[in-house]
């Protein structure tokens, strides 16, 4: 008699292939791509936020910008207005303008006395401007320019200054 040729044996439940792990073998390693991917792009954005708030900082937020270091001018230059101090005006003008420091001085007495409050300034180049309300709350401008490297109050400067910003809408006091 014979019988019929029985198919191969198949384990249909077993253990899964290559166990138990041959000598030295290691199960195969997840894949994390996806993972790998988000912490790049976080990586990547954090990267590109920390190099614009540096940027930002040191623009226009840092005491060595210009539009700091123009507000801080100004501040100087009302001291010694308030003062009537001629001589350390004349430090603070410009080469252009120094000479002038009395009429200067004659010219700005309607400038309230006390402290300003510089609402904003701004630079461009070797120019720049200080808006800033005196004590009385008038509003006033002074502008800059950039000598040797220090920043001088310069009346004879506004013109370039508005000139090189022109969308500038700033009271200038007269």
């Given at each position: 008699?014979?019988?019929?040729?029985?198919?191969?044996?198949?384990?249909?439940?077993?253990?899964?292939?290559?166990?138990?792990?041959?000598?030295?073998?290691?199960?195969?390693?997840?894949?994390?791509?996806?993972?790998?991917?988000?912490?790049?792009?976080?990586?990547?954005?954090?990267?590109?936020?920390?190099?614009?708030?540096?940027?930002?900082?040191?623009?226009?937020?840092?005491?060595?910008?210009?539009?700091?270091?123009?507000?801080?001018?100004?501040?100087?230059?009302?001291?010694?207005?308030?003062?009537?101090?001629?001589?350390?005006?004349?430090?603070?003008?410009?080469?252009?303008?120094?000479?002038?420091?009395?009429?200067?001085?004659?010219?700005d007495a309607?400038?309230?006395?006390?402290?300003?409050?510089?609402?904003?300034?701004?630079?461009?180049?070797?120019?720049?401007?200080?808006?800033?309300?005196?004590?009385?709350?008038?509003?006033?401008?002074?502008?800059?320019?950039?000598?040797?490297?220090?920043?001088?109050?310069?009346?004879?400067?506004?013109d370039a200054?508005?000139?090189?910003?022109?969308?500038?809408?700033?009271?200038?006091?007269?």
């Amino acid at each position: 008699m014979t019988y019929p040729q029985q198919p191969p044996f198949s384990q249909p439940y077993g253990p899964p292939p290559n166990f138990p792990p041959q000598h030295g073998a290691q199960p195969p390693k997840k894949k994390r791509t996806v993972l790998w991917i988000v912490l790049s792009v976080v990586g990547a954005l954090l990267l590109c936020g920390g190099g614009f708030a540096l940027f930002i900082w040191k623009m226009a937020l840092s005491p060595d910008s210009g539009p700091q270091q123009v507000k801080s001018v100004a501040k100087d230059y009302k001291r010694a207005e308030d003062a009537n101090d001629a001589a350390a005006l004349a430090g603070l003008l410009c080469s252009a303008d120094s000479a002038q420091a009395e009429a200067v001085l004659r010219g700005d007495a309607k400038v309230a006395r006390g402290d300003i409050d510089v609402k904003s300034s701004a630079t461009i180049n070797d120019l720049g401007m200080a808006a800033f309300t005196d004590a009385k709350g008038a509003a006033w401008t002074l502008y800059f320019h950039k000598e040797d490297g220090k920043w001088k109050v310069c009346p004879s400067s506004r013109d370039a200054f508005k000139a090189a910003n022109t969308t500038t809408n700033e009271r200038d006091g007269e």
